[in-house]
């Protein structure tokens, strides 16, 4: 159990479907992060949130957007997407964000767009 | 810009031998050092750190190496066993950085033979 819990495991979609991950820390962190992991490619940084307060958004197109109601819960809405967004998207959580304080990851959701 | 880029892509080791995975990186600015593991069907798991000002650094049965000469990055396992295949992720931030910089190299395959 890596206290970072993520729902569902595995989505499929269309792309005119919406659809939102959900995301949900039980570690008392206060910085939450969305990466998506791509085969063969390093993990790409998505949104970054500090004390529920977005930090970062690495150039990340509308059609996903990120909301982060409190510390503990992190969801990520869909909509439109295309087959190449097709990939793991992670969640992750640090104490604060900040070197020193390591990423405890979720085990993902693997999305597959069709 | 900045990267990170490992030595080899897949790494096969016979049980209760020793393991090195590599990492190289080009900013002279990296200032934290992380590896992290993924097993199959979950996210990364934190192994270990080390900051710029250090060399060495070890944990139960893992080292990590640091050379800022030739800014290079190594991971150790000592008695490899069945339970350490998985994929080795190292990452990296700049001095005055914080999570959401890291920049992660794209992983080496360790599969170890019993």
């Known amino acids: 159990e890596t206290g970072v819990t993520q729902t569902p495991r595995h989505l499929v979609m269309g792309m005119t479907n919406k659809k939102s991950l959900k995301c949900e820390q039980h570690?008392?962190?206060?910085?939450m992060y969305w990466y998506k992991q791509s085969a063969k490619k390093p993990l790409e940084l998505m949104f970054v949130y500090n004390f529920k307060e977005q930090t970062e958004n690495n150039s990340v197109p509308s059609r996903f957007s990120p909301e982060c109601p409190n510390s503990s819960h992190l969801f990520l809405h869909l909509h439109t997407l295309q087959p190449e967004d097709s990939a793991l998207y992670l969640c992750a959580s640090s104490p604060q964000d900040r070197p020193n304080s390591p990423l405890h990851f979720g085990n993902g959701t693997r999305l597959t767009v069709t | 810009g900045e990267s990170v880029g490992l030595h080899l892509p897949t790494l096969s080791v016979q049980e209760g031998d020793n393991s090195i995975i590599n990492c190289a990186y080009s900013n002279s600015a990296s200032d934290y050092f992380i590896w992290y593991k993924q097993e199959s069907g979950k996210g990364p798991q934190f192994i270990i750190d080390i900051r710029s000002n250090m060399d060495k650094r070890q944990g139960q049965r893992v080292t990590v190496l640091l050379n800022k000469t030739v800014k290079h990055l190594s991971l150790q396992i000592a008695a490899t066993q069945p339970g350490d295949s998985a994929v080795y992720f190292c990452a990296l931030m700049n001095y005055g950085g914080s999570q959401g910089n890291l920049i992660f190299g794209k992983g080496t395959k360790l599969s170890v033979k019993p």
């Open positions: 570690l008392g962190h206060n910085a």
